[in-house]
């Protein structure tokens, strides 16, 4: 992919998961802030939407972030004041990680609540 650094004009926050227990022992996930980035953000369209709508039945994009080994695809973002979960990540570009994130009404609940 040939986009410049200038293209990344979107602020995304990162979000990591802790796990921790309640008062009863059981394990709960919670998502703790690491920071935030300058991204490319592409909703999914067309053909492509579709076809990745009918697969998932979520909403879509494409994120484009300067080189970031810590982030895992168990991370979280947040981004259009909504959390969305990384589908996909992809490590292999020397400069950049590229990532898929989906949200729908389930997913859409407070970063960290």
């Not at 992919?1 to 709960?28: A, Y």
């Not at 067309?46 to 484009?64: C, N, P, R, W």
């Not at 810590?70 to 990680?97: F, M």
Request: net charge positive; glycine share 6%; charged share 20%.
């Amino acid at each position: 992919m040939s986009e410049s650094t200038g293209n990344l004009w979107h602020r995304v926050e990162l979000f990591e998961p802790i796990s921790t227990r309640d008062r009863v022992g059981q394990e709960k996930i919670a998502f703790t802030p690491k920071g935030s980035v300058w991204a490319s953000v592409t909703h999914l369209k067309g053909s492509t939407f579709f076809a990745a709508q009918q697969t998932l039945g979520e909403v879509v994009i494409k994120l484009k972030i300067r080189k970031n080994r810590q982030i895992l695809a168990t991370w979280r973002i947040a981004y259009e004041s909504k959390q969305w979960q990384i589908l996909d990540l992809d490590q292999t570009d020397r400069a950049y990680t590229y990532l898929m994130a989906t949200t729908d009404i389930a997913i859409g609940l407070p970063v960290n609540g």
